[in-house]
C-alpha cells in the first residue's frame, strides 16, 4: 500500500474517519463507472455498493468488521477496487469485501513473499478478465401488474439495478382505471413511502403521454381492467416478462390471462400459487426453474424467510419436528378499524388488537424443501405495526447441539455460502423490528435470542416483509430472464 494509505494511530479517531471518508469519496466514482459502464455490481458481503452514500459505504465496512471479526477498513479496500478498475472485466457480481479479506488473508500468510495488490486482484479475477459476451441476448422488458405495496418497491428496485440498459428494464406498470390526477397521486405514493422513506432518484410525469420518467426510464402507465385486455407492443414493448403483484389471480388459468395479450411471454406471481404451478424459493429450489416455464410463483414472504434456514439446519441437523410462531406485521388485507372481513378475526381493528390468525408458510416450505413433509406446523399473529415480521422456530432436532455452535453455523452459512443472500445474521443485542427495514436477505437470525437445550432448539428470524420479500422476487426475475452474471467469489 502507498503510505498515503497507511492507518493512523487509533487514538485520533477523527482523523481517522476523515481520512477513510476521503478514501470512499474516491472510491465511489470508480463504483459508478464500473456499474454504469460494465454491468459490473460491486458489494461488500453481499451489500451493493452502487448509488450509495459515504457513510453506507463506511457502514457496510463496519458490519464486516463486526460479523467477520477482522480489520478490514476502508484502508484495505481502497488499493483493492483501484486494481480492480485496471482490469478489463466481464459483466459480473464482484464481492469487493471478500476480495479484500482474501488478501489480507494472503498478506498475512505470505509475508515478505506475497504478492502485490494489482498481482493479486488480476489472479483472483482472472476467469472474468476479457470475457465480453452479454449476460442476456438482448435487454429483457418487465411490466408491472399491479403499483400497491410490492408493486412500487419492486419498481425501486429494477430502476436501482437498471445500470447500461443492456439487461432488464422496466418498460411499463398496469393499473386500474383511475380518476383525475390518478397519475400525480400514484407518482406521489412511489416517491415517498412512510415505511421505506424517499425514492433515491427523480421522478418526473408526463401526463400528456401517461408516462413516469424515474432515473431517465421511460416508463409507460397503462390503464386496464383485465390481463387480456392489453397490447404491449404498441408501446414497442415485446416477449416482456409480466409481475403480476395483485394477488388476484393465483393459479394457472387466471394467471394465464397475461398471456394473451401481444407482447406478453412470461408471468411471475409474487404470492404463493395454487394447483401445479411452482412455487419458488430464490436459493433453495429455483433449479426447478426451467427456460421454457411460462408461469413461475414466488411464494410468501414467510416462506422465502424461513425455507433456508430450515433447509440448512435440517441438512446439518436433521428436523425430527417444529412449529412455525409467525410475528407478523399488518397488511391492507386487515381492517384500520372494525368492520366486516370474511376470515376469521380479520375484522378486528390491525391498529389496536393482536390478531391471531392461519398461516400456509409452514406448509408451503414442503414444496420448497420436501424433506420437511409432515415435520412442521404453523400459526401467525397479525400485530399492529407496518412492516418487519419475525419467525420464531422451535425445532426438535436428530442431533444435540449447543447454542455456540448451532450459532457459528448459521453464522458461517450467513458469510460464506451460496445462501449469504437468504440468510443473515446479527449479533446485536439490542436489536428491534425496526432497524431491520430494508434489509435485502430474506430473513435475519437474531442469534443473541437463539436458545439450545440438547436437540431442543428455538432460532428467532427477522425479516422485512415487504422489502426482503421483493428481493427474492428480484432475484427470481433475472433467473427466469435467463440473464447469466459472473460471479466472485464462487461460494459452495
Same mark, same amino acid.
Given at each position: 500500500m502507498s503510505d498515503s494509505n497507511v492507518r493512523p494511530s487509533v487514538d485520533d479517531y477523527f482523523g481517522d474517519w476523515k481520512q477513510r471518508e476521503a478514501l470512499v469519496q474516491e472510491m465511489i466514482p470508480v463504483i459508478g463507472k464500473m456499474f454504469n459502464r460494465y454491468n459490473i455490481g460491486i458489494y461488500i458481503y453481499g451489500r451493493p455498493?452502487?448509488?450509495?452514500?459515504?457513510?453506507?459505504?463506511?457502514?457496510?465496512?463496519?458490519?464486516?468488521?463486526?460479523?467477520?471479526?477482522?480489520?478490514?477498513?476502508?484502508?484495505?479496500?481502497?488499493?483493492?477496487?483501484?486494481?480492480?478498475?485496471?482490469?478489463?472485466?466481464?459483466?459480473?457480481?464482484?464481492?469487493?469485501?471478500?476480495?479484500?479479506?482474501?488478501?489480507?488473508?494472503h498478506l498475512e500468510a505470505e509475508g515478505d513473499a506475497a504478492k502485490d495488490v494489482d498481482t493479486f486482484v488480476s489472479e483472483e479475477l482472472a476467469y472474468l478478465i476479457g470475457q465480453k459476451a452479454k449476460p442476456v441476448p438482448k435487454s429483457q422488458d418487465v411490466v408491472l401488474y399491479g403499483f400497491g405495496r410490492i408493486g412500487r418497491l419492486m419498481a425501486r428496485l429494477l430502476i436501482e439495478r437498471t445500470s447500461t440498459g443492456e439487461v432488464m428494464r422496466l418498460r411499463a406498470i398496469v393499473i386500474r382505471p383511475g380518476g383525475e390526477g390518478d397519475l400525480v397521486k400514484r407518482a406521489s405514493l412511489f416517491t415517498n413511502d412512510s415505511v421505506h422513506g424517499a425514492f433515491q432518484g427523480t421522478l418526473r410525469i408526463d401526463e400528456e403521454n401517461k408516462c413516469l420518467i424515474a432515473n431517465g426510464n421511460v416508463i409507460q402507465v397503462i390503464y386496464a381492467n383485465s390481463p387480456d385486455e392489453i397490447d404491449y407492443t404498441k408501446y414497442d414493448i415485446d416477449d416482456a416478462l409480466i409481475i403480476d403483484n395483485t394477488g388476484k389471480w393465483r393459479d394457472e388459468e387466471g394467471l394465464s390471462l397475461h398471456l394473451r395479450s401481444k407482447g406478453a411471454a412470461k408471468v411471475m406471481l409474487t404470492a404463493p400459487g395454487?394447483?401445479?404451478?411452482?412455487?419458488?424459493?430464490?436459493?433453495?429450489?429455483?433449479?426447478?426453474?426451467?427456460?421454457?416455464?411460462?408461469?413461475?410463483?414466488?411464494?410468501?414472504?414467510?416462506?422465502?424467510?424461513?425455507?433456508?434456514?430450515?433447509?440448512?439446519?435440517?441438512?446439518e441437523y436433521?428436523?425430527?419436528?417444529?412449529?412455525?410462531?409467525?410475528?407478523?406485521?399488518?397488511t391492507n388485507d386487515q381492517n384500520l378499524i372494525d368492520n366486516y372481513h370474511s376470515g376469521h378475526r380479520r375484522g378486528r381493528s390491525a391498529a389496536l388488537n393482536m390478531v391471531l390468525t392461519e398461516t400456509g408458510a409452514a406448509?408451503?416450505?414442503?414444496?420448497?424443501?420436501? #424433506? @420437511?413433509?409432515?415435520? $412442521?406446523?404453523?400459526? &401467525?399473529?397479525?400485530?399492529?405495526?407496518? /412492516?418487519?415480521?419475525?419467525?420464531?422456530?422451535?425445532?426438535?432436532?436428530?442431533?444435540?447441539?449447543?447454542?455456540? #455452535? @448451532?450459532?457459528?453455523? $448459521?453464522?458461517?452459512? &450467513?458469510?460464506?455460502?451460496?445462501?449469504? /443472500?437468504?440468510?443473515?445474521?446479527?449479533?446485536?443485542?439490542?436489536?428491534?423490528?425496526?432497524?431491520?427495514?430494508?434489509?435485502?436477505?430474506?430473513?435475519?437470525?437474531?442469534?443473541?435470542?437463539?436458545?439450545?437445550?440438547? /436437540?431442543?432448539c428455538v432460532l428467532y428470524l427477522w425479516y422485512d416483509n415487504e422489502f426482503g420479500y421483493c428481493c427474492q422476487v428480484g432475484r427470481m426475475v433475472y433467473k427466469m430472464a435467463g440473464v447469466d452474471y459472473r460471479e466472485y467469489p464462487v461460494e459452495a
Open positions: 455498493l452502487h448509488n450509495r452514500s459515504v457513510t453506507f459505504i463506511m457502514k457496510s465496512h463496519r458490519f464486516v468488521r463486526q460479523v467477520e471479526r477482522n480489520e478490514m477498513s476502508e484502508f484495505e479496500s481502497h488499493p483493492v477496487l483501484m486494481a480492480m478498475a485496471k482490469l478489463d472485466l466481464c459483466h459480473a457480481n464482484i464481492d469487493l469485501g471478500k476480495l479484500t479479506v482474501r488478501f489480507m488473508e395454487k394447483g401445479a404451478l411452482k412455487n419458488i424459493v430464490y436459493g433453495i429450489n429455483d433449479n426447478e426453474m426451467k427456460p421454457d416455464d411460462k408461469i413461475i410463483t414466488a411464494a410468501s414472504c414467510t416462506t422465502n424467510a424461513i425455507a433456508p434456514v430450515l433447509k440448512v439446519v435440517n441438512d436433521g428436523i425430527i419436528h417444529g412449529h412455525i410462531e409467525t410475528v407478523h406485521a399488518y406448509k408451503a416450505v414442503v414444496k420448497a424443501v420436501p #424433506e @420437511l413433509e409432515g415435520k $412442521l406446523t404453523g400459526n &401467525a399473529v397479525r400485530v399492529p405495526i407496518p /412492516n418487519v415480521s419475525m419467525a420464531i422456530m422451535t425445532l426438535t432436532l436428530e442431533k444435540e447441539t449447543t447454542k455456540e #455452535e @448451532l450459532n457459528e453455523f $448459521l453464522r458461517q452459512i &450467513a458469510l460464506h455460502s451460496k445462501l449469504q /443472500n437468504q440468510i443473515s445474521y446479527t449479533q446485536s443485542e439490542d436489536a428491534v423490528s425496526s432497524d431491520f427495514v430494508g434489509t435485502r436477505e430474506a430473513g435475519i437470525v437474531d442469534s443473541n435470542a437463539t436458545i439450545v437445550n440438547g /436437540n431442543h
